[in-house]
């Protein structure tokens, strides 16, 4: 299983645009990257999913680089409430051996200020 | 669909009881998934099911806990005899294979006294 790396915390200021990188250098061919965020007393919520390159949603966006060791989600314009712990997984969704062992690490704490 | 649903909410119950958690997974989804979170461990994987057997119960702590997902569209996390250490939020969610992400419940906040 491919580890994750992220950072412990970041601080934004509302209407910035916020980048959380994740690096993933064991990713394997068949992986996907998979961000998910999680507010106090709820459980996860899923954002975004991504293979290569770029892939946008309403919320968020993802940029995958071509070697695919890293991961970078964007949030533009965050609110306060875009306060929350940020998780990046890599997995594959297909079923695969990783698929029901996904871990979630960590996690980014983004605080968002007035 | 009214996603993944999880009772009870909260559960305070005494060391020594036995306690189930319970959870209905969305309609349709082939896998169930078992969390556990706390502020030292963070989100831990239990156990997790696929078309409702059970593939891997290597996270499950302890032989005091179990889990049974009789049929689809229920499943149920026991822990017997609780302990103190026991208290954490226990997390349920299901997915689909081959379509994105999990989903998942609204947890069950755990407190043994």
């Known amino acids: 299983l491919a580890k994750t790396t992220q950072p412990i915390s970041m601080d934004s200021y509302e209407g910035q645009e916020v980048n959380i990188t994740c690096s993933h250098n064991n990713i394997a061919t068949n992986d996907y990257i998979t961000w998910y965020q999680q507010f106090p007393s709820q459980g996860p919520r899923f954002i975004i999913q991504?293979?290569?390159t770029k892939v946008t949603n309403e919320v968020a966006s993802l940029f995958i680089p071509a070697d695919r060791k890293s991961s970078t989600l964007s949030l533009p314009r965050v609110s306060l409430s875009d306060t929350a712990v940020y998780y990046c997984?890599?997995?594959?969704?297909?079923?695969?051996?990783?698929?029901?062992?996904?871990?979630f690490g960590q996690g980014t704490i983004l605080t968002v200020h007035p | 669909d009214a996603g993944v649903i999880q009772s009870p909410r909260h559960e305070v119950t005494e060391m020594g009881q036995e306690v189930t958690l319970r959870c209905k997974p969305i309609?349709?989804?082939?896998?169930l998934f078992w969390y556990r979170q706390t502020m030292m461990r963070g989100l831990e994987l239990l156990i997790y099911f696929n078309n409702n057997v059970p593939i891997d119960d290597s996270g499950m702590p302890e032989d005091r806990f179990s889990a049974k997902m009789p049929n689809a569209s229920f499943s149920t996390l026991k822990i017997q005899p609780s302990e103190p250490r026991d208290s954490a939020v226990y997390f349920c969610?299901?997915?689909?294979?081959?379509?994105?992400?999990?989903?998942f419940g609204s947890g069950t906040r755990l407190t043994v006294v």
């Open positions: 309609s349709g989804h082939d896998y």
């Open positions: 991504g293979y290569k």
């Open positions: 969610a299901s997915s689909l294979r081959g379509v994105r992400g999990y989903t």
């Open positions: 997984l890599v997995g594959d969704p297909a079923g695969g051996t990783s698929y029901g062992k996904l871990t």
